[in-house]
């Protein structure tokens, strides 16, 4: 019996062993759907553009750096020399990349016109791996948008397929745990085909521009072709760990009033199958970014609600200030992860990812 008991004894302590294990596993997993780091642009209501760093799980947020706007703002952060990447205007009024140093405050001009045959920098995302910033850039007599590269180690900026005069890149993702690239594109010329048959028949379903959604690899060749979506694209994400393709769309329903549906849909890439979410049902307008979380349990984005009021800017204009939300893909609940009073977010960039 002594023998019974001491046995009775370690199977209880084992048991308790594991199941104490199996609440902090629970718990921790609960803890990090949140513990995503973030890159945040915005600008406030005197055209003030601020850059910081935001922690979800300490909910702190670190102001990096600040400038007056000049144009569609967006940024980087390199912890490893500590560094900003942004884009404003140059002497030539072209948008260009730029490089902070937040030690030294030392500012050093990335693109240009004369060296680059750049004119325009919007987004940028970071190959932390192979040292490189992906931009979606225009070239000086181009219409078209296309995505550049920038060697942190060489300082050496090139663009992808630079003689294309129609392929467009509407928008681009990288992956870094496939260290790949989603990218969605469009031809200009069905676009202008398309426009001037909407204008002359009032049909803004019927003629609507094909998105290509193509994998690239980290150098720009074609791995695989991902989806064609039919419809208004304004943002997409990729999770190369679970397969999963996110799309923001949205589509106008009614001209005169300038209403839009806004929906993002998931695709399951392997099983090829959709879900999706309108968040004009949900009471959100100006859905413009979505990224997954780190675990993909979910996705973040960023969006103004149908019921949020007002601020007036400087120059007398009026907006909703846009916030960061996150969407939990098995729970369907919606939490706000980061606001800041009088501030409208732009972008942001998930700095652990």
């Keep these: 019996m002594l023998i019974k ?5 370690y199977l209880i302590l084992i048991l308790t062993i594991v199941i104490v294990a199996f609440l902090m596993l629970h718990n921790k997993i609960q803890v990090t759907k949140y513990a995503d780091n973030f890159l945040l642009v915005l600008t406030d209501n005197k055209y003030e553009v601020t850059y910081g760093k935001y922690d979800s799980s300490t909910k702190k947020f670190n102001k990096l750096y600040k400038n007056k706007k000049s144009a569609y703002p967006t940024g980087l952060f390199l912890s490893s020399d500590n560094s900003l990447y942004y884009t404003k205007k140059d002497d030539n009024g072209y948008t260009q ?28 995302d970071i190959n932390t791996k192979e040292s490189t910033i992906y931009m979606r850039v225009i070239q000086n007599g181009h219409s078209n948008m296309q995505i550049a590269t920038y060697s942190i180690k060489t300082n050496i900026v090139r663009t992808w397929n630079k003689d294309e005069n129609d392929i467009s890149v509407q928008r681009f993702d990288y992956s870094p745990s496939s260290n790949t690239l989603l990218v969605a594109l469009y031809s200009l010329k069905q676009e202008f085909q398309n426009m001037k048959k909407t204008n002359e028949t009032q049909n803004f379903i019927k003629y609507t521009t094909a998105y290509n959604l193509v994998q690239l690899d980290s150098k720009g ?16 994400a990729f999770s190369a760990k679970y397969n999963l393709e996110l799309a923001i769309i949205s589509e106008m329903v009614n001209i005169k009033e300038h209403k839009y549906l806004t929906t993002i849909r998931i695709k399951d890439i392997k099983k090829n199958k959709f879900y999706n979410i309108s968040f004009t049902d949900l009471g959100y307008d100006s859905v ?17 609600k149908t019921n949020d009021g007002t601020v007036l800017d400087e120059q007398g204009g009026v907006y909703k200030p846009k916030k960061l939300y996150y969407y939990n893909l098995k729970s369907k609940e919606i939490s706000i992860i980061f606001e800041l009073k009088n501030n409208t977010i732009n972008n942001f960039l998930m700095i652990n990812s």
Excluded: C, R, W
């Excluded at 074609?222 to 208004?232: F, Q, R, S, W, Y």
């Design 5 to 9: 008991y001491k046995y009775l004894k």
């Design 288 to 304: 413009q970014q979505g990224k997954f979380s780190l675990n993909d349990y979910g996705f973040y984005f960023i969006a103004s």
């Design 97 to 124: 990349l730029y490089k902070l140093n937040l030690k030294t405050m030392k500012e050093k001009q990335i693109t240009n016109e004369l060296h680059n045959n750049i004119v325009n920098v919007d987004f940028i």
């Design 221 to 236: 060749k074609k791995i695989n072709e991902i989806d064609l979506i039919n419809k208004p694209v304004v943002d997409i």
